[in-house]
């Protein structure tokens, strides 16, 4: 699987957008990027995917650049109960394709 | 659908000690994961199995053992506990015929070896 790149933590404040950035430059065709939380001491959340086209869901929408070597998450009102550990994973779809998790993103929603 | 149970929520062990964590789910998902995560760290596969009778290493499986009997349970063995599996462990499962690689988790047994 490709690696990803993201920044250690960030800051956010309640009610404004969040856009966590993630760069996959070795990303291969037929991989897809994914997101995914972790609030403090629970199980990782799936949030959203995407292979080349933008995805937008009620959670969260996903911008992939044109060359897919980089993509941003965007929460568009960010509140309290969305700090969390935010993780950008690049994975096949392929059948028991594993998800390697890296460090994420610590995001703090403050009010 | 309660989704991914996990049990127990704790556990503390003595050096050498033995214990199964249970994973059930009940959403007739065909693949299902174990995961742990050291503190501060991302999540590092230890097993996973794409159906009943089926199972294979992910990334860490020294000093675990696994079995999936049934859609439902994919229950993680440790045979000589040490203090190196002090972890939280995450048990996870996804649809055979999900549009990507979605995976549901459950909450976590937080395993402590003394």
């Known amino acids: 699987d490709a690696k990803t790149t993201q920044p250690t933590s960030m800051d956010c404040a309640e009610g404004r957008a969040a856009n966590l950035p993630c760069n996959h430059s070795?990303?291969?065709?037929?991989?897809?990027v994914y997101w995914y939380r972790q609030i403090h001491s629970q199980g990782p959340q799936y949030i959203i995917h995407g292979l080349k086209n933008n995805e937008t869901n009620e959670m969260a929408s996903l911008i992939i650049t044109e060359d897919r070597k980089s993509s941003t998450l965007i929460l568009p009102h960010a509140t309290l109960r969305d700090t969390a550990v935010y993780y950008c994973i690049v994975s096949e779809k392929a059948a028991g394709n594993k998800l390697t998790f890296g460090g994420g993103t610590r995001v703090l929603v403050k009010p | 659908n309660a989704g991914v149970t996990q049990t127990p929520k704790f556990r503390i062990l003595k050096i050498g000690q033995s214990m199964t964590l249970q994973c059930t789910q009940d959403m007739n998902h065909n693949y299902m994961y174990w995961y742990r995560q050291d503190p501060g760290m991302g999540l590092k596969l230890i097993y996973y199995s794409v159906g009943a009778g089926i199972t294979d290493k992910g990334e860490v499986p020294n000093g675990y053992n696994v079995s999936r009997s049934t859609t439902e349970d994919f229950p993680l063995r440790l045979e000589l506990a040490a203090p190196s599996q002090t972890s939280v462990y995450f048990c996870?499962?996804?649809?055979?015929?999900?549009?990507?690689?979605?995976?549901?988790f459950g909450p976590g047994t937080r395993l402590t070896v003394l």
């Open positions: 996870a499962s996804r649809n055979q015929g999900a549009s990507g690689n979605e995976q549901f």
């Open positions: 070795t990303i291969s065709g037929n991989e897809y």
